[in-house]
């Protein structure tokens, strides 16, 4: 059983070298890989009587919080999807910004969208006013595919209630309404920036045509007609405003405050998303025309995808207690202390890592939050902004093993080379931006 500091580092940094191996050289699912991982650094130090109950800790206080808000905001999601809620949303910012700033309306589109729709649904859903556009033009499709993949990547990354935020705060104790707060303050700067500025600019370099044939996108089953604007922004912000008014009021309220206890109830992530779906369920699908049945189709399908999220944001809890209780998370937190390297840029380039080798975002997620929320134990940063660094480091230098570099080249019929110069630094923008204006702001709170 390892007792000294370098042992416990070395079964640190024997588990995550393994963990990239399973996925990267031999493909092993990434629960899979995740939870093998996490067993094997138990045993290596921790008595084996205390192994089993420390992996059913782990999964059992992720999954408490994350399974049920996951589950419900794939719900949500998908029903604005398939009732047309978000072409609605980007059709009327285009009507509103017009033809010379279309680029500005589809980034702030990919950013509203992606809230509770999932990153490659909504660009396949929104692709076609890409085109059209670029037809219209006859400008390259960067100029107005690159705004709206960044508008969806930092969203995607950044906000809740998207799974990947949700996990990580749960992973490292942030509060959610922070997160919140700080994920929409500083991705809109990263969405602008790796957007329309960028966008404009690795256009006027790179021509790519839409395609004669448009690549087909699934077919969904929708009432008659898109629903209206503002129902669908209500529906969209009711949850988001739940959550900001529970922090707020935490913030301003005395404890024991009878308002302060009903927006603490009505704010609750399950609270806020259960009110949300809801909703959507009867504004968006029995009161246009959906039956019962396939609203219910619709949720039970959005599910699947879910499943997964959760499942490794599980396994990644389990890889948290492990360190928390073998106390290999304070070996690392003195040896960070030790070369000075700030919390936010060890949670950033954490989470790159494992991103460049894995090439999961969830996978280099979940693992840097594992490995960061120990860290965090006596630091003065606060836990939201690890949130927005680790989303950061997830979110940059997205490559040939990421499933997103060939949804983009296929869609927009670019060379891997093309690729690289547009998807992947526009990713890279992101990460490097957001952990920059995280590391920024944390200086400022005088952490």
């Not at 420390?54 to 999964?59: D, K, L, N, S, V």
């Not at 942030?174 to 329309?196: E, H, K, N, Q």
Request: hydrophobic content about 55%; some cysteine.
């Amino acid at each position: 059983m390892p007792t000294s500091p370098t042992q416990l580092a070395l079964v640190v940094a024997l588990s995550v070298a393994l963990l990239l191996i399973l996925i990267v050289r031999l493909k092993l699912q990434p629960f899979v890989a995740l939870l093998s991982v996490s067993l094997l650094a138990a045993f290596a130090s921790l008595p084996p009587e205390r192994v089993m109950a420390c992996i059913e800790r782990g999964m059992g206080r992720t999954l408490g919080s994350i399974a049920v808000v996951v589950g419900l905001g794939a719900m949500f999601g998908r029903l604005l999807e398939v009732s047309g809620g978000a072409e609605r949303l980007t059709l009327t910012l285009l009507r509103v910004f017009g033809p010379k700033r279309a680029s500005w309306a589809l980034a702030l589109a990919g950013f509203l969208v992606a809230i509770p729709v999932f990153f490659d649904v909504g660009f396949v859903i929104l692709v076609p006013l890409v085109y059209a556009f670029a037809r219209e033009t006859r400008r390259s499709l960067l100029c107005y595919g690159i705004p709206l993949l960044a508008g969806l990547a930092v969203t995607h990354a950044f906000v809740p209630p998207t799974p990947g935020p949700i996990a990580v705060a749960q992973l490292v104790g942030a509060d959610l309404g922070r997160v919140l707060l700080y994920g929409v303050a500083l991705g809109l700067p990263c969405a602008i920036l790796a957007g329309p500025v960028f966008g404009g600019w690795i256009g006027a370099r790179i021509h790519a045509a839409p395609p004669a044939c448009e690549p087909a996108a699934a077919t969904e089953v929708r009432a008659t007609g898109l629903p209206g604007f503002g129902r669908v922004f209500a529906i969209l912000v009711l949850p988001l405003a739940l959550i900001v008014l529970k922090t707020v009021s935490e913030a301003v309220l005395p404890e024991g405050h009878g308002a302060r206890l009903v927006f603490a109830l009505a704010g609750h992530p399950f609270s806020a998303l259960t009110v949300a779906t809801l909703t959507a369920f009867t504004v968006l699908g029995t009161c246009r025309g959906l039956s019962r049945d396939q609203v219910g189709e619709i949720a039970t399908a959005a599910l699947a995808p879910a499943g997964l999220i959760i499942l490794v944001t599980g396994a990644g809890g389990v890889f948290k207690q492990v360190l928390e209780e073998s106390g290999a998370g304070g070996v690392l937190a003195q040896g960070l202390s030790g070369v000075g390297l700030h919390p936010v840029w060890a949670a950033f380039l954490i989470a790159l890592t494992v991103r460049a080798v894995a090439g999961s975002a969830t996978v280099a997620m979940t693992t840097a939050g594992g490995i960061m929320s120990p860290l965090l134990a006596g630091s003065a940063v606060e836990p939201a902004l690890i949130v927005i660094a680790i989303a950061s480091g997830a979110t940059a230098v997205s490559h040939v093993n990421d499933s997103g570099f060939w949804l983009v080249s296929r869609y927009f019929g670019l060379s891997a080379k093309d690729t690289l110069r547009s998807w992947t630094v526009m990713e890279t923008l992101i990460g490097v931006t957001g952990a920059t204006l995280a590391w920024l702001v944390s200086l400022a709170q005088g952490a």
